[in-house]
């Protein structure tokens, strides 16, 4: 998701300063883009005047943040930290208060719907969370990125949106994977079943930019892992049990998840799940 903000800044000829915690990642982007690439995350921070996170979790988010070379130190007055991360809510709100008392930034959690695809075409969704003024700051950036930014509340509250919504897009993932199995097992073929879902009332964005990778699985780059499908029902699911919101369906997904992940399809996209239950007996 990163490189593909990168490129997408790039080509509307904004300037970017990259760091990754694996230097060669970062290397190979900045030779494809032309962007520069910082030796820390402090660097980083500190090449505002917006600086953008994209990290896979909230571990990793808080080893990027956090000490004398971390995002938060580099952060100063006047610099808004917009991250895109997936975290829980208390992360966002920690994050956002260590950039404030650290160097004096100010941090939006922002995290986006949307796939690298969309990336590329600068359709993203975002839900920000924090100051409205700092939003106003950064949107000259995001609006690069995304066709539509929701402020949504206070620090936490983009995160919350982003666990709600994908609490939804994983529910179709799993939906839409058990129906085109039970088509297929029914003797109907894969390619015929997708185009009926594709036209009915179900076929809305998410089956029709999920298509190749439900229809063509081995030829279909890898989008969302299906071990971080798992992290994210393991957020929403304690932001469930602490805002005390029944969620059935989500822990039934959260199971299959599970299983499919200890089948070894860890590394593959969300649409494996669709694998994992045709090879199942």
């Keep these: 998701m990163g490189a593909a903000m990168t490129a997408r800044l790039r080509s509307a000829g904004v300037e970017?300063?990259?760091?990754?915690?694996?230097?060669?990642?970062?290397?190979?982007?900045a030779?494809?883009?032309?962007?520069?690439?910082?030796?820390?995350?402090?660097e980083a921070g500190a090449a505002g005047p917006v600086v953008l996170v994209s990290l896979a979790d909230d571990a990793a988010c808080r080893a990027a943040y956090e000490g004398p070379?971390?995002?938060?130190?580099?952060?100063?007055?006047?610099?808004?930290?917009a991250d895109a991360s997936t975290v829980a809510p208390q992360t966002a709100?920690?994050?956002?208060?260590?950039v404030r008392e650290s160097g004096g930034g100010a941090m939006l959690d922002t995290p986006?719907?949307?796939?690298?695809?969309?990336?590329?075409?600068?359709?993203?969704?975002?839900?920000?969370g924090g100051d409205a003024g700092d939003l106003d700051h950064a949107r000259p950036v995001l609006d690069v990125l995304a066709k539509q930014i929701f402020h949504v509340g206070d620090h936490g509250a983009g995160a919350t949106m982003k666990l709600a919504v994908n609490a939804l897009v994983h529910s179709l993932n799993q939906?839409?994977?058990?129906?085109?199995?039970?088509?297929?097992?029914?003797?109907?073929?894969?390619?015929?079943a997708y185009e009926v879902f594709a036209g009915s009332v179900a076929g809305g964005p998410f089956v029709q930019y999920k298509r190749a990778a439900f229809e063509r699985p081995d030829e279909a780059p890898v989008a969302f892992r299906l071990?971080?499908?798992?992290?994210?029902?393991?957020?929403?699911?304690?932001?469930?049990?602490?805002?005390?919101?029944?969620?059935?369906?989500?822990?039934?997904?959260r199971r299959a998840v599970a299983d499919a992940v200890a089948a070894g399809l860890g590394d593959e996209d969300m649409s494996a799940i669709a694998r994992f239950l045709r090879d199942r007996t």
């Design 175 to 192: 939906a839409l994977s058990e129906a085109l199995v039970l088509a297929e097992r029914s003797g109907v073929d894969r390619a015929t």
């Design 69 to 81: 070379d971390g995002v938060a130190a580099g952060a100063g007055p006047g610099t808004v930290v």
């Design 31 to 42: 030779a494809a883009t032309g962007a520069r690439v910082a030796q820390s995350a402090r």
């Design 227 to 253: 071990d971080l499908v798992g992290k994210d029902l393991d957020l929403i699911l304690d932001l469930a049990a602490r805002a005390g919101a029944p969620m059935p369906q989500a822990v039934t997904n």
């Design 112 to 128: 986006v719907s949307g796939s690298v695809p969309v990336v590329e075409r600068g359709e993203l969704t975002v839900m920000a």
């Design 16 to 29: 970017v300063v990259l760091w990754n915690r694996t230097p060669e990642r970062a290397a190979r982007v």
């Design 93 to 98: 709100i920690e994050l956002a208060a260590l």
